[in-house]
């Protein structure tokens, strides 16, 4: 979990925060967003949830699983979507317009969850 100290520092540095500052916005001390920067600790489960959610990174940056730093959201995701399939198109075949849609829908139940609500233009 070494990268875990190297990417907060990079964060707080990208966010122009000091130690005390993150530590205010993270209900904790700075001597204890210290010991995370240096890697002689880390916090638990629910600290890296608050650090990604505060700061709107992913967890998984945070750990050093992914290089994806931003979590995009759905609005992101329904446009960057609908871009690459070209879906509101008016030169579209009906059959390929169908096809693109239930592509659309296939990744966004994957991305999402299966139940979860499609973008309101679908």
Do not use: C
């Not at 990208?14 to 001390?29: F, K, M, P, Q, V």
């Not at 995701?77 to 009906?94: C, F, G």
């Not at 239930?102 to 299966?114: D, I, M, T």
């Amino acid at each position: 979990m070494t990268i875990f100290g190297e990417r907060l520092s990079q964060l707080l540095y990208d966010l122009n925060l000091s130690y005390r500052e993150a530590a205010e916005i993270l209900g904790t001390g700075s001597g204890t967003i210290s010991s995370w920067v240096n890697k002689d600790s880390y916090p638990n489960t629910y600290g890296v949830i608050q650090i990604a959610e505060k700061f709107g990174v992913s967890t998984d940056w945070l750990l050093g699983l992914s290089d994806v730093k931003k979590v995009p959201d759905r609005d992101e995701v329904s446009d960057t979507m609908n871009k690459i399939y070209d879906i509101e198109s008016p030169h579209l075949s009906t059959p390929a317009i169908v096809e693109k849609k239930y592509r659309f829908v296939e990744l966004w139940g994957q991305l999402f969850g299966e139940d979860a609500e499609l973008p309101k233009w679908m």
